[in-house]
């Protein structure tokens, strides 16, 4: 291998790991909804970062709970894996559906800080550019 492309795949190598991290959950503006074969609603409005800062949000695990045999593991979060992994299209036992979850997680808590969207348009948006 040349040198020359030695230090090209070095560059490309360097701009793959300072730019990923560009593209986390902190720039995210919809709720990933490619899980759901037909949603029927447009994906979530949820711009991540400014959420949590509105909210005074610091800690992931808020959000991003983990569970283990069962019962919430204090402290510990599951930001790193997408919530499909734990919740699938349908409930199993006491685990609530990936619709279900996102609802009881996001809609629980607005109802509960009675703060924020709780009403299916505020935050499924047809065209969220226009404010629709």
Do not use: W
Not at 14 to 26: D, H, N, R
Not at 35 to 64: K, L, Q, Y
Not at 81 to 99: E, I, V, W
């Amino acid at each position: 291998m040349t040198l020359l492309k030695l230090g090209g795949r070095i560059v490309i190598l360097t701009l793959i790991v300072l730019v990923a991290p560009g593209f986390t959950q902190e720039d995210m503006l919809f709720v990933d909804n490619s899980v759901f074969v037909t949603p029927a609603r447009p994906a979530a409005t949820f711009e991540h970062d400014a959420h949590n800062e509105e909210s005074g949000i610091e800690d992931c695990n808020i959000c991003h709970h983990l569970y283990a045999d069962g019962q919430l593991v204090e402290d510990e979060s599951s930001e790193d894996q997408p919530c499909a992994d734990c919740h699938g299209s349908k409930q199993a036992g006491n685990k609530p559906s990936l619709r279900r979850a996102f609802h009881l997680n996001c809609k629980g808590c607005h109802l509960e800080q009675k703060a924020g969207p709780i009403m299916c348009g505020q935050c499924h948006q047809a065209n969220p550019e226009a404010g629709s």
